[in-house]
């Protein structure tokens, strides 16, 4: 490096004498920060979502990189939204990164005081199997009049406005399938 | 707004910029109070007092907008003679049976009607929450009524409605809201002075407002004030409900509810719908007008989609598989079930009852008496942890060595690693990309029922049991793809919008949905949102490249359409009422509506347009009906049915409240929906005794950092560290009287629970004057529980289980409490401690505040009821 280009690196050259004389900009660069680039230029790719929080809706670009979020932002082109989020919005990233995440299937025992560890194949088949069996133990065919039921009380369910419409389609269409019908949401709450 | 809404809150501020007033109406000063232009204390519980006077300001002055009301509310029409209004009852209307606690609504309808069939039985109703099913369609009446143009008539619908809010007058106003006469002027003339022809005012509500035992009369208060002002059907007007969920209007509208099939059809019930016949036939409404004539069209088409090829017009589709309601089978029947050891299994899908439900500990109690419990969630929330570490696990009513409750866990997938759509609180559907696979476990809750569904059908293959006839035949084929078999949302919401059996097409809209079995469809409000095999909620062109309605950016249902009843912001000829309040028109040159919107009305049907004399249905609709979707094509301002506690809204003081009813003898919605038990006690309300025992008011809401129980907000560290403690608010003056000091720890009190934090002093907070005393409130957040990384006690333990009668939605939103300094008691000297406060207020067993509290209430009852 010669001794200019030493000189006109120094950050208060810059300052005094370039286009930046608060010195909040390009004068205050150093080589390594020119260099940086946003997460948002890296990523692999970039899914457009929306924000999970509140009924607002606000537009989000999720930016992938090796197969990680690397960064949650708003999406300009929303019109409901401009680009802005909110407190939760802007801390999607954090939620779907978070280190309290569970990934794993945890099973408490009946009168146990701990969980343990349960495959999830067999987790599926344990839950199918007490579906069954509640829904036949408790089974209505009629009424005291003759009039039809098909149902059971025996099992319920709670929640979906926090799930997409095509899952609270299964759900319902499953339920009711099933003859169960209490099912209950955020919405009755 | 500002608060829970941030973003959408842009809007409002972008209004104010343009002149705008903006008036913030709360108990709580909060961060949508700083901005406001006005910011308006309030009693909790008490806005039908408040936008009563309102309409008592716009009626007794003559402030409506006459034109719009005569063309296109029901203001003129006679109301039959019979009817009796809480003005003559003290504070009941005609028709009230004290055996049933339900009204009787022969003598509400209008002259020469006879309510339909079903409506006449209203203990069935109330118990299944039937009136939920008119979020999408007004209930059955007929369009031919007698009116009077001239609005003289004594018993035509304005001058009823004079009479009735004739008494909330601003002195009524100032007494039971505790609202300056200076700020409840500025309110009236604000909001009259800038509805009209020019101007439009938009009412904007957060879902608070639901949970009162008054909430759909507190919404329909609304709707009477925006009706009278021209309000509704028209840009910058409307009654906007600010959802809390990011698809909670999808959950509603695809209903994960029990008494609501899609598209707001109703649930069958045993006693009213034996057949299928019945079935359609109580939802289409013979000899109405309106879109709500082609249900047999809906049903046939749903149960297509739920028994495919099974479903056949010679077997009714199908309708015979369909399970039957008996009564109320909501959550919180079900909760107390549960603690009765009558329910044996219970999935959780995103959803944290152990925080969020109100009677926290009746929701534990519950599932500490189940045989299984599935939890889907992202983190391992307190509805999953209940079982070691809650507050009875503390007192000793939860032992974990002898629960039998057997837990199971399974991760869910976030709304990145999973593809599909949410409804947003302006019935938008936004379609969202998957940005990568989800982690271990974790999976979809499609992924789980979809799954669910095809294991059980596998081990129950070859059944012979008829009652398993439904689920073996269920069409339940859906493609699957990548490592997990994950099943496609895009194929489910093919079948959500519909298509036609034979050549598998999409269709445009639900007026192509058959009644013969020929059309399958999911849920026929969101047909067109797969029109031409596109699927139109993920249409993501920019908002500043379309107009500002920006049409091209998700699907809004029906059909798209962003402002409801739209051809009201045209005049009865068609022409938009101001050229700056434009946004549909009749195009008279092209013959057809036009605009910014997709037009809420028939394309090409005229404003000229009068039905022949027998016209049924959509062809009875004449070219100025707006309302499509009502049986008389007019926005009533009262309701001759559809609502189970009366036509109009009235003023009642809350189940728990700290006051007499300034306005009449009847205390509290005499049509309210009580449970009484042990675990959901209410406190003595006048004019009972030992109203002093819990002698302030506490009311529960939201910060912007936190979302609803926590299960998403206390577990992310940027929003733990935000708001990293539960603490509560509380006037200068009422610290003063109960020596609550600014920081320091203290605690709330209710015969259902109590509750401590840290004290926040704060004139966020007014003390009211009210009646002859001072009100003090208190306020909440609620998002707490004892895991994640902010944690601390739930706020909802303090609540109780008290319900509107036409939805089944709970009070929560004011009760009756105690303040104390310091922490609470811990373990079995908590018990003791609230035992205490119910023995001094004499409900130490349980109770409930009465339900009929005039004078006049037996004599009143055979007054209003006409001879049989
Ligand atoms: S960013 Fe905030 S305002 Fe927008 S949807 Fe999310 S929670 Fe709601």
């Known amino acids: 490096m010669g001794v200019r280009t030493w000189f006109e690196s120094w950050p208060v050259y810059r300052q005094l004498t370039g286009t930046d004389p608060l010195g909040r900009g390009a004068a205050a660069m150093s080589r390594r920060s020119a260099e940086l680039a946003p997460r948002t230029e890296a990523a692999d790719s970039m899914a457009r979502s929306v924000c999970p929080y509140c009924a607002v809706g606000c537009g989000q670009r999720v930016y992938v990189k090796d197969g990680r979020v690397t960064q949650i932002e708003g999406d300009p082109d929303s019109p409901i939204s401009r680009g802005r989020l909110c407190p939760k919005g802007a801390a999607s990233k954090n939620l779907v990164t978070s280190r309290f995440r569970q990934t794993k299937v945890r099973y408490r025992r009946p009168y146990a005081t701990e969980w343990e560890d349960l495959d999830l194949d067999t987790a599926m088949d344990m839950i199918a199997d007490r579906v069954i069996a509640a829904r036949a133990a408790t089974w209505e065919d009629v009424d005291d009049e003759g009039r039809p039921l098909n149902r059971t009380l025996g099992f319920s369910g709670l929640g979906g406005a926090t799930l997409d419409n095509e899952e609270n389609y299964l759900i319902k269409k499953l339920f009711t399938a099933l003859g169960a019908i209490q099912i209950e949401n955020q919405a009755r709450i | ?868």
């Open chain 2, 1 to 868: 707004m500002a608060e829970c809404h941030p973003v959408g809150f842009q809007w409002a501020m972008a209004a104010k910029e343009r002149g705008a007033k903006i008036f913030h109406v709360d108990p709580r000063f909060t961060r949508t109070s700083a901005l406001a232009s006005t910011y308006v204390p309030i009693r909790a519980g008490t806005d039908i007092a408040f936008l009563g006077g309102v309409i008592n300001y716009i009626l007794s002055n003559e402030l409506d907008f006459r034109e719009y009301v005569l063309a296109y509310t029901n203001a003129a029409t006679i109301v039959s003679e019979d009817f009796r209004d809480t003005e003559d009852l003290d504070g009941l209307f005609s028709g009230y049976d004290p055996d049933t606690g339900v009204y009787d609504p022969v003598t509400w309808q209008y002259q020469g009607h006879e309510p339909q069939a079903a409506a006449r039985d209203t203990v069935i109703e109330r118990e299944t929450a039937s009136p939920l099913q008119h979020e999408s369609h007004g209930p059955g009446v007929s369009w031919r009524v007698d009116r009077d143009e001239t609005l003289r008539h004594p018993r035509c619908v304005y001058q009823i409605l004079k009479r009735h809010f004739a008494r909330y007058t601003p002195e009524v106003v100032e007494q039971a809201c505790g609202i300056p006469r200076e700020k409840f002027d500025e309110v009236c003339r604000a909001w009259t002075e800038n509805s009209g022809r020019d101007r439009t005012t938009a009412l904007v509500y957060s879902v608070g407002w639901t949970q009162h035992s008054v909430g759909a009369q507190y919404i329909r208060t609304g709707a009477i004030i925006q009706l009278l002002l021209g309000n509704i059907g028209r840009p910058g007007g409307g009654v906007l409900a600010l959802r809390g969920h990011a698809s909670i209007q999808g959950s509603t509208d695809i209903p994960t509810l029990f008494n609501l099939l899609p598209g707001y059809l109703p649930m069958p019930v045993a006693q009213l719908h034996p057949t299928y016949s019945d079935w359609v036939t109580s939802i289409c409404h013979p000899k109405q007008k309106g879109f709500w004539h082609h249900a047999p069209a809906y049903c046939a088409s749903l149960l297509k989609a739920y028994w495919g090829e099974a479903a056949t017009p010679d077997n009714d589709f199908c309708y015979g598989y369909m399970p039957r309601l008996t009564g109320d089978h909501g959550i919180y029947k079900q909760v107390f079930d549960m603690i009765d050891g009558k329910i044996k299994g219970y999935f959780l899908m995103g959803q944290n009852p152990a925080v969020g439900s109100m009677n926290g500990r009746a929701q534990r109690l519950g599932m500490a008496n189940l045989d299984w419990l599935v939890v889907r969630d992202l983190f391992e929330i307190e509805s999953a942890t209940w079982w070691k570490n809650s507050v009875e696990v503390e007192t000793g009513e939860i032992v974990p060595t002898e629960c039998r409750t057997e837990v199971f866990f399974i991760p869910a997938a976030s709304h990145v690693e999973k593809e599909g759509t949410f409804t947003q609180t302006q019935r938008l559907l936004q379609w969202r990309e998957k940005a990568l696979d989800p982690p271990g476990d974790a999976r979809s809750d499609l992924w789980f029922f979809y799954h669910l569904g095809r294991i059980v059908r596998q081990k129950l293959a070859g059944s012979t049991l008829p009652r398993d006839r439904a689920i073996l035949d269920l069409a339940w084929d859906y493609p699957t793809h990548g490592p997990h078999d994950e099943p496609s949302a895009d194929a489910v919401l093919r079948e959500i919008n519909g298509y036609d059996v034979k050549t598998g097409l999409t269709l445009r809209t639900f007026g192509q949905l058959r009644d013969d079995g020929s059309t399958v469809g999911g849920c026929w409000i969101y047909c067109g949102v797969y029109a031409d095999g596109v699927n139109q909620a993920a249409r993501r062109r920019p908002g500043g490249e379309q107009n500002y309605v920006a049409p091209e950016w998700g699907w809004a249902w029906p059909d798209n359409r962003r402002i409801l009843y739209n051809r009201a912001s045209a005049d009865p000829q068609g022409r938009p009422w101001s050229e700056r309040k434009a946004y549909v028109w009749w195009d008279g040159k092209k013959g057809c509506w036009d605009g910014y919107d997709q037009p809420d009305f028939e394309k090409t049907k005229p404003p000229s347009y009068r039905p022949g004399p027998d016209a049924e249905g959509v062809e009875a609709i004449a070219g100025d009906d707006p309302f499509i979707m009502l049986g008389d094509g007019k926005g009533w301002l009262y309701a001759s049915s559809g609502l189970l506690d009366g036509p109009m809204p009235t003023h009642y003081e809350p189940p728990e409240s700290l006051v007499r009813n300034p306005l009449y003898g009847q205390q509290a919605n005499p049509v309210r929906k009580v449970y009484d038990r042990p675990e959901n006690i209410t406190h003595p309300s006048p004019p009972e005794p030992h109203v002093g025992v819990y002698p302030y008011v506490f009311t529960i809401a939201r910060l912007t950092e936190h979302h609803t129980a926590g299960g998403m907000s206390r577990y992310v560290e940027h929003l733990a560290e935000l708001q990293p403690e539960m603490f509560f608010e509380v006037s200068p003056e009422l610290a003063a009287e109960r020596g609550l000091t600014h920081l320091d720890w203290g605690h709330v009190v209710t015969a259902r629970g109590v509750v401590e934090g840290r004290v926040l002093v704060t004139d966020r907070l007014t003390p009211l004057p009210v009646a002859d005393r001072v009100v003090h409130q208190i306020w909440l957040p609620y998002h707490w529980g004892p895991n994640g990384w902010s944690r601390g006690d739930s706020a909802n333990d303090l609540g109780g289980m008290v319900l509107d009668p036409n939805v089944l939605i709970q009070e929560g939103k004011c009760g009756t409490c105690d303040v104390r300094p310091g922490r609470r008691p811990q373990g079995r000297e908590l018990v003791t401690y609230l035992n205490d406060y119910r023995r001094r207020a004499g409900i130490l067993e349980s109770h409930h505040t009465p339900i009929i509290t005039t004078d006049t209430a037996a004599e009143s009852y055979r007054q209003g009821r006409p001879d049989k």
